[in-house]
Every structure is written in structure tokens, then in C-alpha cells.
């Protein structure tokens, strides 16, 4: 899991442009080349050439065009009142240097991305032997709520040290349709790793459909607080959790299947605040998403690991999963009593924290129960041997990969 920094109110424009020297990513320069990167001005080429993209930060609209293959060498930060349009069929290559690369969507700006299941937009390692952690990711921020922070302040992601969170939950960051992002998961140190897909307090109004997650050495997505709504999400071999919340995430989840490769930490990693920071938030509020539809392949009951684990009083309401070679289906972690930091139990005997449909096969334990509160397997799951999980040979033809 990405960890960060909390910064009450806004940053300053110092504090953005010296934020990369002191976390080991690259220096962002201001620079207004959206006539030269928008291919016009004479850099126009045939379809097969690769057109560089400036380390920047960006404060003006940036299209790319449809079918092209674009570069990226450092940070592309799209500012405030910006828009980043990518078309069909673009294939972005980063340069294969860790987290200094990456591309990143500001508070109020937005991107525009509009693949089709027959031209995906593809994100990946410009590496001609790619592996994973070679470059960054997507990072987008947007302006809903987060429990890190008091009030209408804001925190700051680790890598580019960029400002997210405040009180919008219907905020709007853009959309992503058909998008894959392979090979991600640069990490800055020991503690700063980029993910495949990075949603820092994106709101409700953000469209996000047919994503994938590919090869990353850290998390495929994570939510750090938010009110994201994500349908059809994709993550394999992904080399710590698949997909992953904290910060007070509220969004939902709709159709997603994650499988795991030979290096795999969970398959959900659920915390209900970051336990780094603290639930700062008044009155208090913890993750609570809801999960439909989702299909979670291990690597079988005999190689250990667990599917879901929840934990620091997430919430959550999980329909409709199929959970697949697991040493465990469900860990819950927590401490005893509403009133506890980490009330996860109390979660389940409310009915805030509970699973509707589901099916183990290949799974040794279903359910393990270390909050520290009593309550019963049946208490917590309901629909035993019901669950389908997600269509994903329909939804995901065409357009993933590594199946």
C-alpha cells in the first residue's frame, strides 16, 4: 500500500515544484507545449512514429491523437483547470526508470481517455523486455472525502507530493473507458510505491469502466478515500494486493476479476483509515464500499495467502463473489468494541460489513476472526454456494490481456 503525507490546506506553488527532489522523483518544469505535443506546429509524422511528451506540468490542454504512440521520460502533471484527451487506439511508452515517471491528473483538472475494446489505450514500460515496476502509473486526484485529514484540508500523495481530498463527493477527474496500465509499480524508496491505477479522493462524477491493471510491482489499483464508482476492473499479476482501499473509501466496485501470478499479496487489501495517519476525520467515518459481482483466482488453497482481508474498521457490503484457490477466503483484523479505533467486528454484527452470494472452491478456511468481537461465520456471509462472481470471458474479450 502507497503511504502518504497529510498537509492541512493547500500547497503552496514552492511546495509542488520542489516536492520531487525530496522524493526522489524527477524535477517538473512549467512549460506550455500543447501546440508541439498536440502534433501540429510540424510535428505531425507518419503513424508509426513515437512523439515525446515533456516532463511537465502541463497548463494547457494536452490531446493525443488517435493510433499514435507517444513517450514520457519524467512526471506529465496535468494542472488545475486542464484537460488531458486521449483517443483510441494510443499507446504511451515510459521510459524505464522507476517512479520518477508517471502521469498524474490534478485537482480540477480531468482526463479525457476513450478507448474501445478493440483499440484500448495502453500505459506501459517502454522497456523492449518490460517486467514489472519500471515506471510509475496513473495517478488521478480529485476533491471528495478522505478520513485523513480534518475538516476541508487536504493531504498529499507520496509520489509528486500533489494535494487531494476535500468535501466534493460528486467530483469529477474525467474518464477512463478501455484503459490498461502494464508494468507499473516504480517505487521512490522503501515506502513510496506507485500502483498500476492510483485514485486519490476521486469523486462519484469520475466515469471509470474496462480498466486493467497488469505486471505491476505494487498494488493494481488503490483508492485512497474517494467516492470512485468503477465498473469493470481487471488486475493480474500484480505483485502486492490487486485492488486495495483506505482513507474512508465510500465508492463501489461493479464487475471486477483479479488473478493472481506467481508473486501476489492479497487479492483485496481493505483498511478503513491509514494507520500511518490516523482517522482524523469529525465526526469519524471508515471505508465502506460496496462490491458486486467479483471473481478472485488464487493460485490454490495449498500455496497459503487469503483472498479479502479486512481490517482498521473497514466496512464494506460484498455481492456476489466466487473465490477460488485460497489458503483463506476472508481475514478480519480489528480491535473489540464500537468505540474501538479499528471497530471492524462491530462492523459485521451491525450489518455494515457483510457478504451476500458467494462460493469458495479451493478454499481451506472461509472465514478467520481476529477482531477481537464474537459473532458467527453466518453472521458475516449469507448466500453460501450462490455466488457467480463476474462474466468476465464476455466483458473482458478483445481488450485485456495476460488471461
Not at 513515437?50 to 497548463?59: D, H, K, V
Not at 460489513?353 to 472452491?361: A, G, K, M, Q, S
Request: proline share 2%; aromatic share 8%.
Amino acid at each position: 500500500m502507497m503511504k502518504n503525507n497529510l498537509v492541512l490546506g493547500l500547497l503552496t506553488t514552492a511546495l509542488l515544484f520542489n516536492s520531487c527532489a525530496t522524493d526522489d522523483t524527477a524535477d517538473i518544469y512549467i512549460t506550455d507545449n500543447s501546440v508541439i505535443h498536440n502534433n501540429s506546429g510540424g510535428n505531425t509524422g507518419g503513424n508509426d512514429e513515437e512523439i515525446a511528451i515533456g516532463a511537465s506540468e502541463y497548463s494547457s490542454d494536452l490531446t493525443l491523437e488517435a493510433n499514435r504512440t507517444y513517450t514520457i521520460s519524467g512526471p506529465v502533471i496535468m494542472a488545475e483547470g486542464t484537460t488531458l484527451t486521449i483517443n483510441e487506439g494510443v499507446t504511451i511508452k515510459a521510459i524505464a526508470t522507476g517512479a520518477d515517471v508517471y502521469i498524474a491528473i490534478s485537482q480540477g483538472a480531468k482526463i479525457i481517455a476513450n478507448g474501445s475494446a478493440e483499440k484500448p489505450i495502453v500505459m506501459t514500460s517502454g522497456d523492449p523486455n518490460p517486467t514489472a515496476g519500471q515506471w510509475g502509473g496513473l495517478i488521478l486526484l480529485g476533491k471528495a472525502p478522505i478520513n485523513s485529514v480534518t475538516g476541508s484540508a487536504t493531504s498529499t500523495s507520496e509520489i509528486g507530493s500533489l494535494p487531494y481530498g476535500g468535501t466534493d463527493s460528486a467530483d469529477n477527474s474525467g474518464v477512463l473507458r478501455y484503459v490498461r496500465v502494464e508494468y507499473s509499480g516504480g517505487a521512490a524508496d522503501g515506502s513510496s510505491e506507485n500502483n498500476g491505477f492510483s485514485f486519490y479522493g476521486v469523486g462519484s462524477g469520475t466515469t471509470i469502466e474496462y480498466i486493467q491493471a497488469y505486471e505491476g510491482a505494487d498494488d493494481g489499483i488503490e483508492f485512497f478515500g474517494g467516492t470512485a464508482k468503477v465498473s469493470y476492473a481487471v488486475v493480474i499479476n500484480c505483485q502486492d494486493d490487486s485492488i486495495d482501499w483506505t482513507e474512508g473509501f465510500t465508492g463501489s466496485i461493479t464487475n471486477a476479476y483479479i488473478k493472481h501470478g506467481a508473486d501476489h499479496d492479497k487479492g483485496f487489501e481493505c483498511d478503513g483509515y491509514n494507520t500511518d495517519i490516523g482517522n482524523l476525520s469529525n465526526p469519524k467515518f471508515w471505508s465502506k464500499p460496496t462490491v458486486n459481482n467479483a471473481t478472485i483466482i488464487g493460485l490454490g488453497s495449498s500455496k497459503g495467502n487469503e483472498a479479502i482481508r479486512l481490517r482498521a474498521g473497514t466496512q464494506g457490503i460484498f455481492n456476489n463473489i466466487l473465490i477460488e484457490g485460497f489458503a483463506e477466503g476472508f481475514d478480519l483484523d480489528g480491535d473489540a468494541g464500537a468505540n474501538s479505533d479499528n471497530p471492524t467486528g462491530t462492523g459485521v454484527i451491525n450489518g455494515d460489513l457483510h457478504v451476500t452470494n458467494i462460493t469458495f472452491i479451493d478454499v481451506t478456511t472461509k472465514t478467520k476472526n481476529d477482531t477481537g468481537d464474537t459473532f458467527s461465520e453466518t453472521d458475516f456471509i449469507s448466500g453460501e454456494g450462490q455466488g457467480t462472481g463476474t462474466d468476465y470471458a464476455t466483458w473482458g474479450a478483445n481488450w485485456t490481456t495476460g488471461n
